[in-house]
């Protein structure tokens, strides 16, 4: 559909919702081009009388991302059980297009709106709105454009209008890495927000930090690392759900090393395998290369997905998860990775 039908087509869905609430659905662990959307579309709503929640499942991960949380005062609330989600009577999802796995929502929860810009996992998005644009760098670009439009007016004279800016910004400018990865439609929407930003405390919330578990994390991906051609991977071990993104940061520093393109790193967080995907290559697409290795689920969702440069996926453990023996079990996931990974890497069937 073309922006002006997008944009009827929005409006009619949020006018539906009048005088209802509508939970905020953050997916996995929520990162700054989420949370920036969903406290846009927090702010959208509120033009529609939409009473609104923003809703985790799982923990924010990344110091900076707490950071942003905490410097902006951005209201997120966890819920974890069924029960917690019974007082909505719908859910929009904002970065993702595919509902948490992590919680069984009720079946009187209704989805309303579906605002990404990952490629549509689902292929079946059934809600009033759908908006899924794989050719932006970030969803927080697509709901800068909606401001833009007048869904919701900045006039940069109230802390709303600051506090709303300055996410949207980050989460632009984290998810295009930097910009490096930026669209013009990513640049246009950062010129949009920056008058409204608060610049000083984006460079304190962009000045990303380490800890010490993630550091640990690198040093034991760098000692377990395998190389195939130019292709790496590699386990961190076990990772706290605190610090799971020092599984990403493991990734982003191996790929780093000149001779390797494409790299997965992944460890055992909780009860599930948790792993990253992050290629300089123009060959490989990582949506395809995690399905292609890990496939799907039983409801037929692929366990990962990706952008052009980086993917992540999931997978349960199931009762193994159980096991005292900590060794054993590393073993034992490695074996499983290193299996799914030869169906698209196959010199890794020669290999250890």
Do not use: W
Not at 107 to 113: D, I, Y
Not at 323 to 341: F, H, P, T, Y
Request: glycine share 6%; proline share 4%.
């Amino acid at each position: 559909m073309d922006a002006s039908d997008a944009s009827a087509a929005l409006k009619e869905a949020l006018e539906s919702a009048r005088g209802k609430s509508v939970v905020i659905l953050l997916s996995g662990h929520p990162d700054p081009d989420a949370i920036g959307s969903a406290l846009a579309h927090q702010r959208i709503c509120a033009e529609f009388d939409v009473a609104t929640t923003i809703a985790h499942v799982m923990p924010v991960s990344r110091p900076e991302n707490r950071a942003l949380v905490k410097l902006l005062n951005i209201p997120l609330t966890l819920m974890d059980s069924t029960k917690d989600f019974e007082q909505f009577d719908f859910i929009s999802l904002v970065d993702t297009n595919t509902v948490e796995k992590k919680v069984e929502l009720p079946e009187s929860l209704k989805l309303l709106t579906v605002v990404d810009h990952h490629r549509d996992q689902a292929q079946s998005t059934d809600a009033p709105y759908v908006d899924i644009r794989p050719s932006y760098g970030a969803t927080s670009t697509i709901y800068a454009e909606f401001l833009e439009k007048g869904f919701a007016t900045l006039t940069g004279e109230t802390q709303d209008d600051t506090r709303v800016a300055t996410a949207l910004l980050f989460g632009i400018e984290t998810d295009t890495d930097d910009f490096s990865l930026a669209t013009r439609a990513d640049f246009e929407a950062a010129a949009f927000l920056k008058p409204f930003a608060d610049a000083p405390l984006l460079n304190r919330v962009g000045h990303r930090t380490m800890t010490a578990e993630t550091m640990g994390a690198v040093g034991r991906a760098l000692t377990d690392m395998e190389v195939i051609r130019d292709f790496a991977f590699a386990a961190v071990g076990r990772i706290s759900a605190h610090d799971r993104d020092a599984i990403p940061t493991a990734a982003d520093f191996i790929l780093r090393r000149e001779d390797i393109d494409t790299v997965l790193v992944y460890g055992i967080v909780g009860d599930r395998i948790d792993g990253s995907l992050r290629t300089n290559s123009a060959s490989v697409d990582p949506s395809t290369f995690l399905e292609s290795a890990f496939g799907k689920d039983d409801a037929g969702h692929p366990y990962g997905g990706g952008r052009a440069d980086k993917g992540g996926f999931q997978i349960p453990l199931g009762l193994i998860a159980e096991i005292d023996d900590v060794e054993g079990l590393a073993k034992m996931v490695r074996q499983v990775v290193r299996k799914r990974l030869a169906r698209v890497i196959p010199d890794l069937e020669n290999g250890s």
